[in-house]
């Protein structure tokens, strides 16, 4: 009989501390190609046990197997490998640019860039993602321009977004990218909100959800849930479970539901969950998810495993709040090695090839950088002009706005 005496008040504790041995014996990993693949239009109720299991496409000896493989050919594979190699070296690039005080703040992707790399590829023009500050690859993976980025990122002369915005809060509606928000989770039900609106318009165009796995917390994530199974928004809600929150381990966020992706079962959304770290993989239930959404057949949560290898931004030092060792000893591995050792085991890519391709992104990334900083960095060099902040803001300016640019003589 449980004990009726003095209530205890309940605290979820990681599993390691600093200075601790890694331990992800938590993390149940099936055997890949293991998990089946049902049909489109499959009834959520008949699916439950796939929130609580993870669909993998490559195994350990790097071979493609099960019925979520064989979707992209080869030389997809290869564009796949080189966005998020081409994402992993720019972010490296701006790290070193924040460190140097060319911009005030940058968030890394390290380890994840399979997660956003792989969908844009599911994805068509015109369908509109809303995501969080760790997406970049959906616009590496979609050929927006890095210099766009980083003028962005430097706030200079050439800033797409006029010094408007924070570093790495990009925007692009050419692209597919909504305006990044700090507020957490307010992009959630943006989302569904909007894929209502191209319900409604009978317009053909899908929207993609973003957040990660500690601000499903926030309330709007959940009232997202309810407008997207109840109007049957044509919407995939993308959970990314890097296992950290800032300094917040995930079962802080994650309750007692066991997995984030059992969070949808009880809207009646289908729910599922994908390796984050493989490339195929994310890209098949991102397929899937999307194809769902396109036949009106209503909204599918995805959780993507994965975890968050470097620190939650240039301000955070994840050592005062997990082991050292821990990202080598996550069980899922490296994204961009998984695919790289893929490609190798198909005969179509080797290590010198790997190693040819490193320096000719660095290059790349290199002259971009070159030709961002040549219009301005954060203390040097162009910047905005001040009149960008009274334009592009109201059709016709008040008069209050007319007399503050007319004193600032702009």
Known sequence: MADAGMLRFHVPEPEVRPGGTPDFSNVTIPKAGS?????????????????????RVLNRAGEAVGPWAGLLTDEELLQGLRHMMTLRTFD?????????????????????????????????PGDMNFPTY????????????????????????????????????????????????????TQYIQAVGWAMASAISNDSRIAAAWIGDGSTAE??????????STYKAPVVLNVVNNQWAISTFQGIARGGSGTFAARGLGFGIPSLRVDGNDYLAVHAVAK???????????????????????????????????????????????????????LIHKGVWSEDRHTQAEAEILATVIAAQKEAESHGTLHAGGKPS?????????????PHLRRQRQQAGV
């Open 35 to 55: 998990v089946p693949r049902p049909e489109i239009d499959v009834d959520p109720r008949t699916i439950r046990d796939m929130a609580f299991s993870i669909i």
């Open 134 to 185: 760790r997406q970049a690859g959906l616009l590496i993976a979609d050929g927006y321009p890095m210099v766009m980025m980083m003028n962005q990122i430097y706030s200079n002369e050439a800033d797409p977004l006029k010094g408007r915005q924070l570093p790495i809060m990009y925007s692009s509606k050419e692209h597919g990218f909504f305006s990044i928000s700090g507020n957490l989770a």
């Open 288 to 342: 899937w998810g999307i194809e769902r959404a396109r036949r009106n057949l209503g909204p599918t949560l995805v959780e993507y495993v994965t975890y968050r290898v470097g620190a939650h931004s240039s301000s955070d030092d994840p050592s005062a709040y997990r082991p050292k060792a821990e990202s080598d000893a996550w069980p899922l591995g490296d994204p961009v090695v998984r695919l790289k050792n893929h």
């Open 386 to 398: 001040t009149r960008d902040m009274f334009e592009g803001v109201y059709a016709e300016m008040p």
């Open 92 to 124: 490296a690039r701006m790290q070193m640019a924040q460190r140097q005080g060319k911009t005030s703040f940058y968030m890394q992707h390290l380890g994840e860039e399979a997660v956003s790399c792989a969908f844009r590829k599911a994805l068509q």
């Open 219 to 228: 309330s709007d994530f959940h009232a997202a849930l309810v407008f997207a």
